[in-house]
């Protein structure tokens, strides 16, 4: 399996064009350590990005609601995202535009850290093969619940968020199921560990 930081190709980095392989951050980043970072995943049909501007408006959002704003507008993310498809030949893939603090603080405390921001994009199939999605896919209940909205900012797409979604994956893959379904703080349906769910009732 070829590591995601051994591609070919180039990210938009800070607003610059970089090769895949060079852009580096410090390992005493502060979002490394403290989760400020936010990000969006987003998929390119036949070269239009879907939902682009409502992808980026919530990666402003989220950032606002973390306490920090981005240093690019949102017409320059829109068009970087754009840039950085054409750049690696893409026309169906998906794209991942991330946020977050530098390393000029370590701690808690975080006012004075620089805000960088990046956009990755490659070619990602589906979570599941159609095969798998015919078939129908296989669900654990996660012991772990979304939080309530009093104890996170759970309206942004947060990095930290995702923690107990990758606990709550891998504890139903070493189980031999698919994925995890996710209730909330009151013991509602809330998602999938990386997907929401969706459900059709009569018909």
């Given at each position: 399996?070829?590591?995601?930081?051994?591609?070919?190709?180039?990210?938009?980095?800070?607003?610059?064009?970089?090769?895949?392989?060079?852009?580096?951050?410090?390992?005493?980043?502060?979002?490394?350590?403290?989760?400020?970072?936010?990000?969006?995943?987003?998929?390119?049909?036949?070269?239009?990005?879907?939902?682009?501007?409502?992808?980026?408006?919530?990666?402003?959002?989220?950032?606002?609601?973390?306490?920090?704003?981005?240093?690019?507008?949102?017409?320059?993310?829109?068009?970087?995202?754009?840039?950085?498809?054409?750049?690696?030949?893409?026309?169906?893939?998906?794209?991942?535009?991330?946020?977050?603090?530098?390393?000029?603080?370590?701690?808690?405390?975080?006012?004075?850290?620089?805000?960088?921001?990046?956009?990755?994009?490659?070619?990602?199939?589906s979570y599941f093969?159609?095969?798998?999605?015919?078939?129908?896919?296989?669900?654990?209940?996660?012991?772990?619940?979304?939080?309530?909205?009093?104890?996170?900012?759970?309206?942004?797409?947060?990095?930290?968020?995702?923690?107990?979604?990758?606990?709550?994956?891998?504890?139903?893959?070493?189980?031999?199921?698919?994925?995890?379904?996710?209730?909330?703080?009151?013991?509602?349906?809330?998602?999938?560990?990386?997907?929401?769910i969706f459900l059709?009732?009569?018909?």
């Open positions: 399996m070829q590591s995601y930081d051994d591609k070919n190709g180039v990210i938009w980095f800070d607003g610059a064009m970089v090769p895949w392989r060079d852009t580096k951050i410090h390992v005493l980043t502060h979002g490394l350590h403290y989760a400020s970072a936010v990000f969006e995943g987003q998929r390119s049909y036949n070269g239009r990005i879907f939902k682009l501007e409502e992808h980026t408006e919530r990666l402003i959002h989220s950032a606002t609601t973390l306490g920090f704003e981005l240093p690019f507008s949102a017409a320059e993310i829109n068009s970087a995202n754009y840039t950085v498809l054409e750049a690696n030949n893409i026309v169906d893939g998906y794209l991942r535009p991330v946020a977050w603090r530098g390393s000029e603080m370590m701690g808690v405390s975080a006012q004075k850290c620089a805000i960088h921001v990046a956009i990755a994009a490659w070619e990602w199939p093969t159609p095969e798998a999605r015919l078939k129908g896919i296989r669900l654990q209940w996660s012991k772990w619940k979304r939080p309530s909205p009093e104890t996170i900012p759970a309206k942004t797409k947060a990095a930290g968020l995702y923690m107990i979604c990758t606990l709550s994956k891998h504890a139903a893959e070493a189980d031999g199921f698919d994925d995890a379904l996710m209730l909330d703080w009151r013991g509602r349906v809330a998602e999938a560990t990386g997907a929401n059709v009732i009569g018909g």
